[in-house]
């Protein structure tokens, strides 16, 4: 499939600075790494155009976003694995409060498999592929950039066949990246309101898991902020 990005004109502008040191670092970073998510977990052609509601993939602002939803109702809104979106934030702050303004009224949930009766959302390489190890890339110190599968294994199998592995190593990998992008745990949060996380995969869960727990311990340990 063609896949079709729109990057809107605020991200575009601070991707444009020659000086970035006079810009939002914070923003002008989040924004590449929307870029970075989006490249990584592309595996066809990448078409850029200017029209939002014909885009499948979508980078904007947090204030952006909040224009589009207002002024105007649109299916684009909708999360499916072929219509994505990335929201970029200007600050933890930001990002904390998008995050409140969910306000979700029950834990998040996840099951194995999804079915016509409950579709859920499939967080794997078959579903939404920025939530698969297999298209997340970990920066590791003394490795570097490593993709997450390939980090598992190489060194967490080998680890766990010595008895020398730390147990929730990978458990804290995915935490850490998820927060190193906050988009995509914007995402999540949006979208596991509404649907159960599925992981065709794992029997006993996997990260369909993990992504349920991290967004209850957000939302209902109260002190827990990043």
């Excluded at 959302?121 to 110190?141: A, H, K, L, M, N």
């Excluded at 570097?144 to 147990?167: H, S, T, W």
């Excluded at 990998?173 to 509404?194: Q, W």
């Amino acid at each position: 499939m063609n896949q079709k990005l729109y990057i809107s004109s605020e991200c575009q502008e601070i991707l444009s600075t020659k000086n970035i040191v006079d810009v939002n670092r914070y923003f002008y970073n989040d924004v590449r790494k929307a870029l970075n998510i989006f490249k990584w977990q592309a595996v066809s052609h990448i078409t850029q155009i200017d029209s939002i509601e014909l885009a499948n993939y979508r980078i904007v602002s947090w204030y952006e976003y909040l224009f589009y939803c207002n002024s105007i109702y649109n299916k684009s809104l909708n999360r499916t694995v072929d219509n994505l979106w990335y929201i970029t934030f200007d600050s933890d702050q930001q990002f904390n409060l998008a995050m409140r303004k969910l306000s979700p009224e029950k834990h998040y949930t996840w099951k194995r498999k999804y079915s016509e009766e409950d579709p859920g959302y499939e967080v794997t390489s078959r579903g939404d592929r920025r939530f698969s190890p297999f298209f997340q890339f970990y920066d590791i110190p003394n490795i570097g950039l490593i993709k997450g599968e390939d980090y598992y294994q190489k060194y967490i199998k080998p680890a766990r066949a010595d008895g020398a592995y730390v147990p929730g190593l990978g458990h804290k990998l995915i935490k850490d990246y998820l927060y190193n992008h906050p988009g995509l745990i914007y995402e999540l949060a949006l979208i596991g309101k509404d649907k159960n996380f599925t992981d065709m995969f794992d029997v006993n869960g996997g990260q369909n898991k993990w992504y349920a727990e991290f967004l209850n311990e957000y939302y209902f340990n109260k002190e827990y902020t990043i």
